[in-house]
């Protein structure tokens, strides 16, 4: 049975005045929290057992999901004792030692089949897969390439593609000896770690639907684009 680890302990300090009495992990989008929808996109992809790791304001989200049996999911609950980062809770998850599993920041809303994305993991003999999304930045000058001293080239506006983070995971067992215990230890830490150990980390670029909800304008942009072209995450 695949796990699901949900880090959703920080306190969401851009989203402030909000996150001040209403924990990140609860604030709405359209009518469901962004907890909920990810919970209930892990339920759909065949993901039932879920633990969130929580920091700030955890007994309100707590109250909120309870069991999890009303989302279809089994939910348990580890709690910070400090901040350790968005990998540190994994070193104190002792019953993630027998199969692949997913982590996931508790602020992303993605169209992934999460089950999937593990599976396909398992297959592929790395430790670590990471998910990561395409985007372009426009520059709006006339880009001046320079070799010793003299202008070989100039490109007039280019576009530039790069690869970013796009906060899912799937791990295998042994990533997590690579986790220390008690300090802060986040998930770049995690990958960095691997690779210096010589192992394998994956990448795996996500299509359709992608959103990071930093700012309180992404909960309003976010909503729009769903209903609009992937209103299966809301139902």
Same mark, same amino acid.
């Not at 279809?72 to 709690?79: D, N, S």
């Given at each position: 049975?695949?796990?699901? @680890?949900?880090?959703?302990?920080?306190?969401? %300090? =851009?989203?402030?005045?909000?996150?001040?009495?209403?924990?990140? $992990?609860?604030? $709405?989008? #359209?009518?469901?929290?962004?907890?909920?929808?990810?919970?209930?996109?892990?339920?759909?992809?065949?993901?039932?057992?879920?633990?969130?790791?929580? &920091?700030?304001?955890?007994?309100?989200?707590?109250?909120?999901?309870?069991?999890?049996?009303?989302? &279809?999911?089994?939910?348990?609950?580890?709690?910070?004792?400090?901040?350790?980062?968005?990998?540190?809770?994994?070193?104190? %998850?002792?019953?993630?030692?027998?199969? $692949?599993?997913?982590?996931?920041?508790?602020?992303?809303?993605?169209?992934?089949?999460? #089950?999937?994305?593990? =599976?396909?993991?398992?297959?592929? #003999?790395?430790?670590?897969?990471?998910?990561?999304?395409?985007?372009?930045?426009?520059?709006?000058?006339?880009?001046?390439?320079?070799?010793?001293?003299?202008?070989?080239?100039?490109?007039?506006? $280019?576009?530039?593609?790069?690869?970013?983070?796009?906060?899912?995971?799937?791990?295998?067992?042994?990533?997590?000896?690579? @986790?220390?215990? #008690?300090?802060?230890?986040?998930?770049?830490?995690?990958?960095?770690?691997?690779?210096?150990?010589?192992?394998?980390?994956?990448?795996?670029?996500?299509?359709?639907?992608?959103?990071?909800?930093?700012?309180?304008?992404?909960?309003?942009?976010?909503?729009?684009?769903?209903?609009?072209?992937?209103?299966?995450?809301?139902?």
């Amino acid at each position: 049975m695949t796990t699901a @680890v949900i880090m959703a302990g920080g306190e969401g %300090l =851009r989203l402030r005045p909000f996150t001040h009495t209403i924990p990140k $992990p609860l604030l $709405p989008i #359209g009518r469901k929290p962004v907890a909920q929808l990810i919970i209930e996109r892990l339920a759909q992809c065949g993901i039932h057992d879920v633990i969130m790791a929580l &920091g700030y304001r955890s007994d309100l989200i707590q109250a909120f999901f309870q069991s999890g049996e009303q989302f &279809g999911v089994r939910i348990r609950y580890f709690t910070d004792p400090t901040k350790l980062g968005t990998a540190g809770a994994l070193a104190y %998850l002792d019953d993630l030692n027998n199969e $692949p599993f997913l982590v996931t920041n508790g602020d992303i809303i993605a169209d992934i089949d999460y #089950g999937e994305f593990v =599976r396909s993991h398992g297959e592929s #003999g790395a430790i670590m897969s990471v998910a990561v999304r395409e985007a372009t930045v426009p520059i709006p000058y006339g880009v001046v390439e320079i070799e010793n001293g003299m202008v070989t080239r100039i490109v007039e506006k $280019p576009a530039y593609s790069y690869r970013f983070n796009a906060g899912i995971y799937a791990l295998s067992p042994a990533a997590r000896q690579l @986790v220390p215990k #008690g300090q802060p230890f986040d998930m770049t830490d995690l990958i960095n770690a691997a690779i210096a150990a010589g192992e394998t980390v994956r990448a795996v670029t996500l299509p359709g639907f992608w959103f990071d909800l930093a700012r309180v304008d992404d909960f309003e942009k976010a909503l729009q684009e769903i209903e609009t072209r992937y209103p299966h995450l809301l139902s």
